[in-house]
């Protein structure tokens, strides 16, 4: 529901500009994911972590549960970047239940 | 990684219609999930579960009714259908046994009751 703030909720980028996108949690989460909903629809697993951060190419995630924040960058982006990101937290009580995010709607531009 | 997927991927019916949505995974994966998601918000969660015969309510599981037949297969029912219920529905599936709740998502299903 609520427990997940994410921002923003649109974003437009020119090809080999980089930005980050941020979800804010209302209360301590275990761990989150993120995903890319790509232009057919399918939800693509980008990250899944506990802690810390994680690389991948040219994204990168970071997780701090005690400051109850999770963030991925982009960087250097390209078209086919387009698309809905959204953030998904567990919460401690129930690891197998996520909470998401709103999305954020990127726009990566010529 | 997990294989998930759904049928049918686009399906029309009429007010008070019985709708059936289809979900397999090949994976081995204990538990299965179901969500819609509606334009402009994140994915909800319907239904769960953690095995064949369980099943467990998640935070909208208003007018929906779900079954896990097998391992493999989960299915989520409309006895009524209502044009509140047109929405994107996704299933997804995670193996909690090993200790990764990493969840896998199917292509999704899109439902309009008209």
């Known amino acids: 529901g609520d427990q997940v703030e994410q921002s923003p909720s649109a974003l437009s980028l020119h090809e080999g500009t980089g930005s980050a996108l941020r979800c804010n949690f209302t209360?301590?989460?275990?761990?989150v994911q993120w995903f890319r909903k790509n232009s057919r629809g399918s939800l693509i697993n980008l990250f899944y972590?506990?802690?810390g951060t994680k690389e991948n190419g040219r994204l990168k995630s970071a997780f701090d549960s005690k400051e109850r924040y999770s963030t991925l960058h982009i960087r250097d982006a390209q078209l086919e970047d387009s698309g809905t990101y959204f953030c998904?937290?567990?919460?401690?009580?129930?690891?197998?239940?996520?909470?998401f995010g709103s999305g954020t709607k990127l726009t990566v531009e010529p | 990684e997990a294989a998930v997927t759904q049928s049918p991927r686009n399906k029309v019916t009429v007010t008070g219609g019985n709708v059936t949505l289809s979900c397999r995974q090949t994976?081995?994966?204990?538990?299965m999930y179901w969500y819609r998601q509606d334009t402009g918000h994140g994915l909800r969660l319907i239904h769960y579960?953690?095995?064949?015969?369980?099943?467990q309510i998640g935070d909208v599981p208003d007018g929906y009714k779900a079954t896990r037949t097998t391992q493999e297969d989960f299915f989520l029912l409309l006895e009524l259908a209502s044009p509140s219920q047109t929405s994107l529905y996704f299933c997804?599936?995670?193996?909690?046994?090993?200790?990764?709740?990493?969840?896998?998502f199917g292509p999704g299903t899109r439902l309009t009751v008209l």
């Open positions: 997804a599936s995670s193996d909690a046994l090993t200790g990764g709740y990493e969840q896998y």
């Open positions: 209360t301590t989460m275990r761990a």
């Open positions: 972590l506990a802690s």
């Open positions: 998904a937290a567990e919460v401690p009580s129930n690891y197998n239940v996520l909470y």
């Open positions: 994976n081995s994966h204990n538990y």
């Open positions: 579960s953690y095995g064949a015969g369980n099943l």
